[in-house]
Nanobody
């Protein structure tokens, strides 16, 4: 089992920045590719970003490319999502997920999920 706990969400004005963190415990964090997803009210969960084991490869949704950066610190068992130039359409609950496999954007490939943290961007 891998337990994931997100933090860093909050209320920010459009154009502002937030950094989300996801702390992992349980099995060896470095063995997992990690992803960030988000879900806005009334919408399906969507892929935001993913990072491979070791951090050598990353993937982003087109909607966040150039604004968001995913990174990981295996010594701290933590994955981060730096979000810049935030827009009102970025408002959602953001969740991190762990996948014992390759980097992927597909929700059903992830084995473990955190509870999520709310991000609200005011225009």
């Amino acid at each position: 089992q891998v337990q994931l706990v997100e933090s860093g969400g909050g209320l920010v004005q459009a154009g502002g920045s937030l950094r989300l963190s996801c702390a992992a415990s349980g099995r060896t964090f470095s063995n997992y590719a990690m992803g960030w997803f988000r879900q806005a009210p009334g919408k399906e969960r969507e892929f935001v970003a993913a990072i491979s084991r070791g951090g050598g490869s990353t993937r982003y949704a087109d909607s966040v490319k150039g604004r968001f950066t995913i990174s990981r610190d295996d010594a701290k068992n933590t994955v981060y999502l730096q979000m810049n130039s935030l827009k009102s359409e970025d408002t959602a609950v953001y969740s991190c997920a762990a996948n014992f496999g390759a980097t992927t954007m597909f929700v059903n490939r992830y084995d473990y999920w955190g509870q999520g943290t709310q991000v609200t961007v005011s225009s």
